[in-house]
Nanobody, 123 residues
Framework: QVQLVESGGGLVQAGGSLTLSCSASGRTFSSYAMGWFRQAPGKEREFVVAITWNGSRTYYADSVKGRFTISRDNAKNTGYLQMNSLKPEDTAVYYC????????????????WGQGTQVTVSS
């Protein structure tokens, strides 16, 4: 199990950029796949992006392909989400997640979650 803490959320205008960070505690983070989900008001939480433990594979939701980039620095126990060309529909609480098992077959059900960070994109 890893403990996850997100940071970097905030208010940005449409077309702008933000970088979220996910700081993990626990020696095993480097062995875990990690990623991001988001939940907009009145909507279900949805998958955004994930990356394998060594960064060899990434998985993106169609809605963010070409705009968002996930990365990680295992030496710092930190994952990142670079978000560019933000749209008002990207407004949501963004959650960092991690699991020993990476995404498979188009789905992912991580067991470890952060508390979330708010991202608001104004039009």
């Amino acid at each position: 199990q890893v403990q996850l803490v997100e940071s970097g959320g905030g208010l940005v205008q449409a077309g702008g950029s933000l970088t979220l960070s996910c700081s993990a505690s626990g020696r095993t983070f480097s062995s875990y796949a990690m990623g991001w989900f988001r939940q907009a008001p009145g909507k279900e939480r949805e998958f955004v992006v994930a990356i394998t433990w060594n960064g060899s594979r990434t998985y993106y939701a169609d809605s963010v392909k070409g705009r968002f980039t996930i990365s990680r620095d295992n030496a710092k126990n930190t994952g990142y989400l670079q978000m560019n060309s933000l749209k008002p529909e990207d407004t949501a609480v963004y959650y960092c997640a991690a699991d020993w098992v990476p995404p498979y077959g188009g789905s992912w059900s991580p067991t470890d979650w952060g508390q979330g960070t708010q991202v608001t994109v104004s039009s």
